[in-house]
C-alpha cells in the first residue's frame, strides 16, 4: 500500500504516519525530516536549504524535492508500502511524486488528509517541543513547564524547531492554504482522499485513519 499524508502544521501528520508506519509495515519518508537533517549540512547546498526552511519558512524548490524523493522511494525495498509525509505539497509537485512512484512500479492507493483549525494548529505548534538527546516530542504546560526544562525522560535538553517562529509558522499556515489545499482538492476530485478531523486525540485520530483504510 503506498499513501501520501498531509495537513496544516500541527495536525499530527508525523505521529499518524509513524503509528501506520509501524501498524501497516510501511517505510515512513519524512520530507521535513529528510530537509532539516540536510540543513544541518555545512555545505552550499545545506546553507541554502537551512535559509529557506529555518529562517524564510518557505517551500524548498521544486528540482530540489524531485531528488529528495525519488532517491527515498528508490531505497524502499519493492515488497514494502510506503507513507510519503509532507509531499505533495503544491500542484506543481503532484507529477513529481507520480512520475517517482511509476519509476519504482507503485501505484498511489490513497491520500489522508488530516484537517485542523488555523486556530488550534497555532495553539498546538507554540507549545511544541523536543529532546534534543532521546526525540521524544513534549508539549509545553504538559509534559514540561517550560523550554529551559530537561526532558522528563532522559534528562536530555529541551529544544523547538528553529521554524516554529509565531511569525515562521504564520507564513507556513499561508503557504498551506494556498499552494497545498489546491492538491488536496486535486486527490478529493480524483476520489482519493480521505478526510480525518486531527482535532481529536493522538488516539482517535489514528483509529479513524484505520477504520477509514479498512
Ligand atoms: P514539515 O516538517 O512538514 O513542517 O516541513 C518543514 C519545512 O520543510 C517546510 O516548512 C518546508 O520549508 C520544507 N518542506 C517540507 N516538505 C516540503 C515539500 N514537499 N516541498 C517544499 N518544501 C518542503
Redesign the pocket.
Known amino acids: 500500500m503506498n499513501i501520501i499524508i498531509l495537513g496544516p ?1 500541527g495536525c499530527g501528520k508525523g505521529t499518524q504516519a509513524k503509528l501506520l508506519a509501524e501498524k501497516l509495515n510501511l517505510a515512513h519518508i519524512e ?3 529528510a ?2 537533517e540536510q540543513a544541518k549540512e555545512e555545505t552550499p547546498l545545506g546553507e541554502k536549504i537551512d535559509e ?2 529555518n529562517k524564510k ?4 524548490p521544486d528540482d530540489l ?1 524531485a531528488e529528495v524523493i525519488r532517491e527515498a522511494i528508490r531505497k524502499v525495498p519493492e515488497d514494502k508500502g510506503i507513507i510519503l509525509d ?4 503544491k500542484i506543481s ?1 503532484i507529477k513529481i511524486v507520480e512520475n517517482s512512484f511509476r519509476e519504482n512500479n507503485r501505484q498511489l492507493d490513497k491520500v489522508i488528509f488530516i484537517n485542523l483549525s488555523e486556530e488550534e494548529s497555532i495553539n498546538r505548534i507554540t507549545k511544541r517541543a523536543h529532546c534534543s538527546k532521546c526525540g521524544k516530542n513534549l508539549i509545553i504546560g504538559k509534559d514540561i513547564d517550560k523550554v529551559d526544562n530537561n526532558c522528563p525522560d532522559c534528562e536530555g535538553g529541551v529544544t523547538q524547531r528553529k ?1 516554529d517562529t509565531m511569525e515562521g509558522l504564520k507564513r ?1 499556515l499561508a503557504i498551506f492554504k494556498q499552494e497545498t489545499v489546491p492538491v488536496i482538492k486535486y486527490y478529493e476530485d480524483k476520489g482519493m482522499l480521505m478526510e480525518v478531523d486531527g482535532g481529536q486525540g493522538v488516539e482517535k485520530v489514528f483509529n479513524s485513519i484505520t477504520t477509514k483504510l479498512n
Open positions: 502544521q520530507m521535513g525530516a530537509l532539516r529557506i526552511i519558512g518557505e517551500l524548498v524535492i509532507g509531499a505533495p505539497r509537485q521554524d507556513r
